[in-house]
């Protein structure tokens, strides 16, 4: 699948749930409004729509949420899916977690075929995370990766860069996953969705983060590339890596190789645009899947050039999705 500024689409961000067992601050309103349950694809749609997208030349899957994890029976969708790996179409399947549910995953995840992980965990302390996440436990994650390690499964942490947090954590969080042998990507916070405060009292210019780093760390730019956006350097003190997603500062478009797709079937060729197209009407409107190729190429054939994200004092969030409809 190629678009018309000719980028090759081979990654697909599938959404299982918008539900979350956190309520992290950059990401959800404390009080949140849910899809309903039987608006949801079921298990065996996901399995039929993520497949169709590995026949268009799909390589690489990573499964997201809201918190993919607490879906009921998400283990059943991995396993349908990993015959792809099996098969050769398929050269990733991997997901993204918050780990407060990896501890008890983690083996039957790399069962599956998973690989790696990535673990959303934007600070070290325990008050400060129920702080952040507005009700989570840091030790349930520090569990969950240590589960993911025992079972040989590769883990990168994903931190948001958070005004007045990240600056003082963000040499303890370096050391603390190159010490463990995993990579850190920091991602500046995007303005999707009310989550109710105000983005300029959070947003932290990587940028700056960057040379606050460099002031007492090597950082050597490297070509290496895990098949997202983000961009890696090389801690020359510690052998690791750090990697920069950086939507607002510098944004990443011109390589975007991917789409995302809502547990509700909605496909989105740009996390930072409002267009859309209804894929769960070509699912279940046919037993073939002429329509659902249709609707897919024709989406393809629109994606936007880029995204529009804006920060500043007294503006809207850019889109009133929530980050947690599509998982970033």
């Known amino acids: 699948m190629t678009d018309r500024f000719g980028r090759t689409i081979r990654y697909l961000r599938l959404s299982v749930t918008d539900r979350c067992d956190l309520r992290c601050v950059y990401c959800m309103a404390e009080d949140m409004r849910f899809v309903p349950r039987r608006d949801l694809l079921t298990l065996e749609e996901l399995d039929r729509l993520a497949s169709t997208f590995v026949a268009r030349g799909v390589n690489k899957i990573r499964i997201t949420g809201g918190e993919p994890l607490v879906r009921k029976d998400i283990l059943t969708l991995f396993r349908s899916l990993s015959r792809h790996l099996q098969g050769g179409a398929l050269k990733e399947l991997t997901l993204t977690t918050n780990g407060t549910q990896l501890a008890n ?180 409107g046919s037993e073939s899947d002429d329509l659902l190729n249709a609707a897919i190429a024709c989406a393809i054939e629109l994606k936007p050039k880029g995204h529009d994200f804006a920060i500043g004092p007294d503006q809207r969030p850019s889109l009133g999705r929530h980050m947690s409809a599509l998982g970033g």
């Not at 400060?128 to 009700?135: A, E, I």
């Not at 052998?239 to 500062?249: L, Q, S």
């Open 105 to 284: 995953h983690a083996e039957a995840l790399a069962a599956a075929g998973v690989k790696r992980v990535n673990v959303s965990l934007d600070t070290l302390d325990a008050d400060r995370f129920r702080l952040l996440t507005r009700r989570g436990q840091l030790g349930a994650v520090m569990d969950g990766l240590r589960a993911a390690r025992e079972a040989g499964l590769k883990v990168k942490l994903n931190a948001v860069a958070l005004k007045g947090i990240t600056e003082t954590e963000i040499f303890d969080l370096i050391d603390f996953a190159h010490g463990r042998g995993m990579d850190l990507t920091l991602i500046e916070t995007m303005p999707l969705g009310d989550v109710g405060a105000d983005r300029t009292d959070q947003y932290l210019p990587l940028t700056e983060l960057r040379r606050l780093i460099e002031r007492r760390l090597t950082l050597v730019d490297t070509s290496e590339r895990s098949g997202g956006p983000a961009r890696y350097t090389r801690v020359a003190e510690t052998g690791g890596r750090v990697g920069f997603i950086t939507p607002m500062t510098h944004n990443f478009c011109e390589s975007c190789n991917r789409v995302r797709v809502s547990a509700t079937g909605i496909l989105y060729t740009c996390l930072g645009q409002e267009e859309r197209t209804d894929l769960r009407s070509a699912l279940r």
